[in-house]
């Protein structure tokens, strides 16, 4: 079973929308794919529609979430089994986030084998789907650290925009630290994401992504696509929400590369 990360300390360079169509693109070719959602931001779990069944008063007001998430596999030591859940899309499943998560890098600090917990978790759904794709925050903190340390592949998004390429070599060293503690870990590709055909600086970033990364960016380059921003507040996959747009092509497309590729 393939393990996939997708990591940048950069925000809003296009992680979770992803992990979240790339995944539901593999899962409507027939694999079954588990997501999970690392991010104390939750945007992942509510991407697929998934906090919107609970009461937003309850889950704002005490803190606590009203569902098991990964939170409690992390510093609960609960089963993945009991945490994880359908969503509308046959064959994909997510383990959800909460905004509790925030606290659990700090809870976590002093916990013993600290950058091996989700490692460690994983093994009880062992081989039980065909890939386990994880969404990481925008920072190299434990939780990110974890999300590396679980992984045989790492997948970095790259927005085509300015300052595409900083803090990739800060990533790059960081995952080559992580296979102290996890050896099988490399770079599975690079995702161009947001390209707009309209500025000469998107196609910049492309040339020079593939210069640097050479065969490891995909050819597939999502392009810059309003359904695709539009699509999670509706709790909706892509292919929920509008299947003929060009965001819905990109990450199909993206899917049978990255099927041909690795599956
Ligand atoms: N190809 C695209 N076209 C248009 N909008 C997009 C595209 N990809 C992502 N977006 C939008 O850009 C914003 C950032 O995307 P996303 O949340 O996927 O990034 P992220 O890397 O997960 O962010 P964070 O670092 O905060 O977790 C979101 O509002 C999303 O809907
Ligand atoms: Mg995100």
Redesign the pocket.
Same mark, same amino acid.
């Given at each position: 079973m393939d393990i996939f990360v997708?990591a940048?300390q950069?925000?809003?360079?296009?992680?979770?929308?992803?992990?979240?169509n790339l995944g539901a693109a593999i899962a409507k070719k027939g694999k079954k794919v588990l997501l999970i959602d690392l991010?104390p931001?939750a945007?992942?779990s509510s991407?697929l529609g998934f906090t919107q069944q609970f009461d937003k008063q309850s889950w704002d007001t005490d803190g606590k979430a009203p569902y098991k998430n990964i939170y409690n596999v992390l510093v609960n030591s609960t089963p993945i089994h009991s945490v994880f859940v359908t969503t509308s899309t046959p064959n994909l499943f997510l383990v959800p986030s909460h905004l509790s998560l925030a606290g659990a890098e700090i809870e976590m600090v002093n916990m013993l084998s600290r950058e091996t917990l989700l490692k460690k978790a994983l093994e009880d759904i062992k081989n039980e789907f065909d890939l386990v794709i994880i969404?990481?925050? !925008?920072s190299l903190g434990l939780l990110t650290i974890n999300a590396l340390g679980a992984s045989n592949k790492l997948l970095i998004?790259i927005?085509c925009e300015y300052f595409a390429l900083e803090g990739l070599g800060q990533l790059i060293n960081t995952m080559n630290l992580i296979k102290g503690i996890n050896p099988t870990l490399v770079l599975g590709g690079v995702i161009l994401?947001?390209?707009d055909s309209r500025t000469k600086l998107s196609s910049s970033v492309v040339e020079d992504v593939r210069h640097f990364f050479k065969e490891s960016a995909f050819e597939t380059v999502? !392009?810059?696509?309003?359904?695709?921003?539009?699509?999670?507040s509706h709790g909706k996959t892509i292919f929920q929400y509008d299947s003929k747009s060009t965001?819905a092509r990109?990450y199909n497309s993206l899917a049978r590369e990255f099927i041909k590729k690795f599956l």
């Open positions: 997708i940048n950069k925000g809003g360079v296009g992680k979770t929308t992803t992990t979240l991010d931001q945007n992942l991407g969404d990481c925050p !925008p998004p927005q994401t947001m390209y999502v !392009p810059r696509n309003v359904r695709l921003s539009e699509a999670p965001g990109a």
